[in-house]
T-cell receptor
Framework: EAGVAQSPRYKIIEKRQSVAFWCNPISGHATLYWYQQILGQGPKLLIQFQNNGVVDDSQLPKDRFSAERLKGVDSTLKIQPAKLEDSAVYLC?????????????FGPGTRLTVL | GENVEQHPSTLSVQEGDSAVIKCTYSDSASNYFPWYKQELGKGPQLIIDIRSNVGEKKDQRIAVTLNKTAKHFSLHITETQPEDSAVYFCAASRRDTDKLIFGTGTRLQVFP
């Protein structure tokens, strides 16, 4: 079974520029999560989707961050405009609604550097 | 708000020794406690989890214990090997949500 795919793996931009990250979850997983992991810290949930609906976006900085999951499969996370403090690894995870429903499978992440 | 504290932040052990990482959670409604291992350049990988209806769970060299009264849970790794070297994260979530609250991580180094 293929794991969670993310691209790009690395991105370097200047502040005030925009950037987008892409995630393809494990096939059949209804729930998709985006986390922000700042160096030396644990992942922090930004947004959670179930199918193509938002379940929790309480910690998403909505003035600059946006995310969508069209057709309930792939998802994109966008930052516009980026700030220096957005430098982090952005992790995508997915989980199934059945079986071990609460086990989250993580992708390799996208490392963002904002200069 | 919800918070998970994790100690120690770094841990160095000799190969073959045991390692223990401890976490404390604040939300008494938490009922699911996974542990993740994160190697350099990779995403976190689930290694073991425990639910609030059990006090201990083992999987080969790894065990997790849960004390609901004290809101503590711990990861125990026995007979450590160099390949156990990584950053380990504990996390907690409530029954009514899948939202994981992560600890700050423990960097484990196992020396041959």
């Amino acid at each position: 079974e293929a794991g969670v795919a993310q691209s790009p793996r690395y991105k370097i931009i200047e502040k005030r520029q925009s950037v987008a990250f892409w995630c393809n979850p494990i096939s059949g997983h209804a729930t998709l999560y985006w986390y922000q992991q700042i160096l030396g810290q644990g992942p922090k949930l930004l947004i959670q989707f179930q199918n193509n609906g938002v379940v929790d976006d309480s910690q998403l900085p909505k003035d600059r961050f946006s995310a969508e999951r069209l057709k309930g499969v792939d998802s994109t996370l966008k930052i516009q405009p980026a700030k220096l403090e957005d430098s982090a690894v952005y992790l995508c995870a997915s989980s199934s609604l059945s079986g071990r429903a609460r086990e989250q499978f993580f992708g390799p992440g996208t490392r963002l550097t904002v200069l | 708000g919800e918070n998970v504290e994790q100690h120690p932040s770094t841990l160095s052990v000799q190969e073959g020794d045991s390692a223990v990482i401890k976490c404390t959670y604040s939300d008494s409604a938490s009922n699911y406690f996974p542990w993740y291992k994160q190697e350099l350049g990779k995403g976190p990988q689930l290694i073991i989890d425990i639910r609030s209806n059990v006090g201990e769970k083992k999987d080969q060299r790894i065990a997790v214990t849960l004390n609901k009264t004290a809101k503590h849970f711990s990861l125990h790794i026995t007979e450590t090997q160099p390949e156990d070297s990584a950053v380990y994260f504990c996390a907690a979530s409530r029954r009514d949500t899948d939202k994981l609250i992560f600890g700050t991580g423990t960097r484990l180094q196992v020396f041959p």
